[in-house]
């Protein structure tokens, strides 16, 4: 037997401290294999060890709300018996090692989550953020992982219909993917993990176990330096066709009353959705691995246990059921077997050759796991004056904007996903949040990610607001009321004080804000040790969202619609120009405080802004964020080729006004009419509104002074991408 | 009309075949499997998009040997109408439904996107009800899509009036600009654009419903 020495146990990514604490679990050694298992239980990944006490902070109820926090994904109720389901993870790591397949695989695996608690998948979304753009391996990332999401999502029928690319240098050594799953299900036919009562049959459906992906989860709760690449191996290799089998038998075995219980085989494979089962059912699991379906010769215990072989499922039977559940499986010509029997032991047994491999408490991998109140150093927020040349040409500085790396269109990755497949989709990539409609219903569900990372470094809470809060004001942007969100913390190492007062903050932040704008978190993931060679990246806690529109024909774009329709500016301008687009990248200064969130105005102006748009009066509307009004107003312009000529308004600094970050804003264009009822409204309403001016001609005009031809425009926005991606250097003042 | 849509391992385009067929006609569509070896009683097949097989070893390769498609090749013997659609178009040529191949998309990338076609010849069930040179969009949503026959079975294509749409922008490299062909009887249609993705206003559009309509007049 394989001596436990201090070594030994740090490769498997435990402390000293960590591996007394299981000799106590067990009241004696480990063995190799146990040490595997608690190695990937006990892993950030799997355990949250870090954050989880942090966590429980957040707001998980409403009446709404099925499912919370804890199952593969959350639930809510949209009305009509059906239920949508869904949830975003990260696949930072593996994307940056082989993009590829590691972008593949965090598709697969997002979706596995959605389909085993019994949901069609209905969208994708995705939360990409890599190097800077001049540095040597951006493009390769960029192709691979982009390539990656669309070869797996496009295999699998679902659309992928929106999301989020940005670019900064703290990501050169540490992409972030993360995507987000939405599914369909009936309120009544939602499908949980827990394991209850023994004796049942324990099966695995789906693709053989190989060797690939051991330690994927370990491998995903250390920091990477120079020789991570060496980890290549550790990567899993997707196969989406295989996916695709097991989502349509999956299924049509839902549709019988067969299952007790069901997870998927993602981090750390067998050993969490045996445990996991085992442990929220109250139960106990014995497995025997001479039945797993092999695709390698001579596959020890360890290397069953911690593979993370894709596209498996784990499913516990009402006894009696197997051969009804075989013959679906065979039909769909994918593996399947029986391969252990759950138990009122308590305890997770694994058997092979006639040997016990393991024998460990549940209770010792999950409840007795370690968990963390880590140190945070706590730092004020940065706060100081901002200065720039207040003569800079407006229109100039737009040109440059709409066709930044961070901003210009991204037309060039989502034309490599299929985006209306399932034909439901109503809002395809490029307004504020994307809109898919409920088969043979007339409800929708809009579905966004956002997070603006800059605002999140000088000062972690507000950034976190903002990130609900931008996430809430997109969907409402659309029409859609917003229902819950899941949250996708990616973060730097925790055992760094100042790094875990990045988490600290980060989580203080959204909990304010989904309180306040009554947008609970039902699921989520924590992505921690985003270093590399100790360099931590931005905070970047995506916030995925979910909104339901009960008439998708009130639907809004931010595409104009019509000429001379006023343009009207909702919400408070201060002229917020710290931490900006504009700031960065035309002064070149990242400096400032970051804008301040007033979650009540975030309301009312929100809740005034939809209502609108749910009578019918308002058809044109798009959130102010990166790059202020004037940006916005671009963006609507260049989307339907009708110009616009507006003028500053509310504060006398023009580049406050047109490129400021202040939250809460909203810009809207109506026939005149309308427009007038619409500013009286506002007023009675203590809303801040501004008319702006009025839509027409081919150019964008400000001030009656200026103006830029939208051609122009476009042509600058379309751009950069694809020249980008062609190998061209573009300097980045164009 | 009564249809049937074939269902492939990873078909994905299956449904959705099946929802517009139900809407245009108002009947049920009838979903038949890749291991059946025979055809229920309908006036039109549909091979739908998708990712067949996974697109493993050769787009449409793995399909086109299915159990089901010796009842197909014999529908169409007899005249009856196929509608290959995407993966579809790939599955057929593969089968010797239709002249040609698919290869990858000359911009080595896939491309989803909606996409103006010049209808050619309006004469046939699928295309009736558009007018000769009319435009179109229908998007397109493929990774190999990139027509390719030798100049011969080109020139035939063309002197028999079997070009059935062109694309304005050729997004895959197609020869010819060659968006969808007719087989010889002119009762199988090969078309990478999905027209079963334009039959909704809210959705990307109608430009699909008089490819429907046409084959409903046809063959009710």
Not at chain 1, 263 to 281: I, N, P, W
Not at chain 1, 290 to 300: C, F, G, I, K
Not at chain 1, 364 to 388: F, G, H, I, M, Q
Not at chain 1, 704 to 731: C, Q, S, Y
Request: net charge negative; aromatic share 6%; with cysteine.
């Amino acid at each position: 037997m394989t001596d436990i020495t201090p070594q030994l146990i740090r490769e498997h990514g435990l402390s000293d401290e960590e591996y007394d604490r299981i000799k106590r679990l067990l009241n004696r050694d480990a063995n190799l294999v146990e040490l595997g298992v608690f190695s990937v239980m006990w892993s950030e990944h799997c355990s949250y060890k870090s954050t989880r006490v942090h966590l429980k902070k957040l707001p998980t109820k409403a009446p709404w709300v099925i499912q919370g926090p804890g199952e593969n994904a959350g639930v809510i109720d949209i009305g009509d018996g059906d239920a949508a389901i869904f949830k975003m993870e990260s696949h930072n790591h593996p994307s940056f090692i082989e993009p590829y397949q590691g972008a593949a695989t965090g598709v697969g695996g997002i979706m596995r989550d959605v389909f085993t608690m019994g949901a069609r998948p209905i969208a994708m979304m995705n939360a990409l953020r890599f190097g800077e753009p001049n540095h040597p391996k951006t493009r390769y990332l960029v192709s691979g992982v982009v390539s990656g999401i669309g070869g797996y999502g496009n295999c699998m029928g679902v659309p992928t219909v929106g999301g989020e690319v940005n670019f900064h240098k703290s990501y050169n050594g540490n992409i972030l993917v993360n995507a987000m799953c939405v599914g369909l299900a009936r309120t009544d036919k939602i499908f949980k993990a827990g394991a209850k009562g023994a004796g049942n049959p324990v099966v695995y459906i789906g693709s053989k176990t190989g060797r690939d992906g051991i330690h994927g989860a370990t491998m995903a709760s250390a920091e990477f330096d120079d020789a991570s690449e060496e980890k290549r191996p550790t990567v899993q290799v997707g196969d989406p066709f295989t996916e695709k089998l097991l989502l349509e038998a999956c299924l049509e075995l839902m549709a019988t009353d067969a299952i007790i219980a069901i997870q998927d085989m993602g981090a750390a494979g067998l050993t969490s959705s045996s445990a996991e089962m085992a442990d929220k059912g109250g139960s106990g699991i014995e497995l025997e691995l001479d039945q797993v379906p092999q695709r390698e010769l001579n596959m020890t215990a360890y290397e069953m246990l911690l593979s993370e072989s894709q596209e498996r499922m784990l499913a516990v039977l009402k006894p009696g059921r197997e051969a009804e559940a075989r013959r679906i499986f065979e039909k769909w010509e994918l593996d399947f077997a029986v391969i252990g029997v759950t138990t009122d032991t308590g305890r997770f047994v694994v058997k092979h050759k006639g040997k016990v491999e393991a024998d460990i408490p549940v209770k010792a991998l999950s409840d007795e796991a370690p968990v963390y109140e880590r140190p945070y150093k706590e730092r004020a927020p940065e706060n100081a004056a901002v200065s720039y040349d207040k003569k800079r040409n407006v229109l100039a500085s737009l040109e440059q904007i709409v066709g930044l790396p961070d901003m210009c269109s991204r037309r060039w990755v989502w034309e490599q996903y299929d985006n209306s497949v399932m034909n439901d989709t109503v809002q395809h990539p490029g307004g504020d949040a994307a809109v898919v409609r409920v088969h043979g219903s007339k409800k929708a569900l809009a579905i966004t990610t956002d997070v603006s990372p800059r605002y999140c470094r000088p000062d972690p809470k507000e950034g976190g607001k903002q990130a609900v809060a931008e996430a809430w004001r997109n969907l409402t942007a659309v029409g859609a009321t917003p229902l819950a969100v899941t949250d996708n913390l990616n973060y730097g190492n925790p055992q760094k004080p100042e790094i875990m007062w990045q988490i600290v903050a980060g989580i203080d932040g959204i909990g304010e804000a989904c309180r306040a704008l009554d947008f609970p978190v039902i699921g989520g993931n924590c992505s921690l040790y985003n270093e590399t060679n100790g360099e931590g990246i931005l905070p970047t806690p995506a916030i995925g969202g979910v909104g339901l529109l009960k008439d998708v024909s009130k639907m809004a774009t931010l595409a104009f619609k019509r000429e001379n329709d006023v343009v009207i500016l909702i919400g408070e301008t201060k002229g917020h120009l710290g931490q900006s687009i504009y700031l960065r990248e035309i002064e070149g200064k990242e400096e400032g405080s970051a804008p301040k969130v007033d979650l009540a105005m975030e309301k009312k102006n929100g809740d005034f802004v939809r209502g609108l748009i749910e009578a019918g009066r308002v058809d044109t509307v798009h959130d102010v964020s990166d790059g202020g009004v004037l940006t916005a107003i671009a963006e609507m312009a260049i989307k339907s080729g009708i110009g616009a000529s507006v003028g500053q308004a509310e504060i006398a600094d023009a580049i406050g006004f047109w490129f400021g970050e202040d939250q809460a804003r909203y810009v809207i264009a109506a026939p005149f009419t309308e427009a007038e009822n619409i500013v009286a409204q506002a007023r009675a309403a203590y809303i801040f509104v501004a008319e702006l001016g009025k839509t027409g001609g081919d150019a964008l005009t400000i001030d009656d002074r200026e103006n830029v031809k939208l051609a122009k425009l476009r042509a600058t926005h379309e751009a950069w991408f694809p020249r980008f991606m062609a190998g061209e250097e573009i300097p980045l003042t164009n | 009309m009564k249809s049937a849509v074939i269902v492939f391992p990873a078909a994905n385009c299956d449904r959705d075949a099946a929802t517009a067929l139900e809407q245009m006609t108002g009947k049920k569509t009838q979903m038949v499997w890749h291991q059946d070896s025979e055809l229920p009683d309908v006036d039109l097949v549909v091979l739908p998009g998708g990712f067949s097989y996974g697109d493993y070893l050769r787009c449409g390769a793995m399909a086109s040997q299915s159990k089901i498609m010796g009842a197909i090749k014999q529908h169409a013997e007899k005249g009856g109408a196929v509608l290959a659609v995407c993966n579809g178009f790939q599955i057929a040529t593969e089968a010797g439904l239709l002249p040609g191949a698919l290869m990858r998309n000359a911009g080595l990338k896939f491309v989803c996107k909606p996409v103006a076609l010049k209808v050619e010849e309006t004469q046939s069930a699928f295309t009736r009800k558009y007018n000769q040179g009319q435009t179109v969009t229908f998007p397109v949503a493929h990774g190999e899509g990139n027509y390719y026959a030798d100049d011969a079975t080109l020139d035939r294509l063309e002197g028999e009036g079997r070009v059935m749409f062109r694309y304005q922008n050729n997004p895959n490299g197609s020869a010819r600009d060659i968006a969808g062909i007719l087989s010889e009887k002119r009762n199988v249609l090969g078309m990478m654009p999905h027209p079963e993705r334009v039959v909704d206003p809210l959705t990307g559009g109608i430009d699909g419903r008089a490819m429907f309509q046409g084959l409903i007049e046809t063959l009710s």
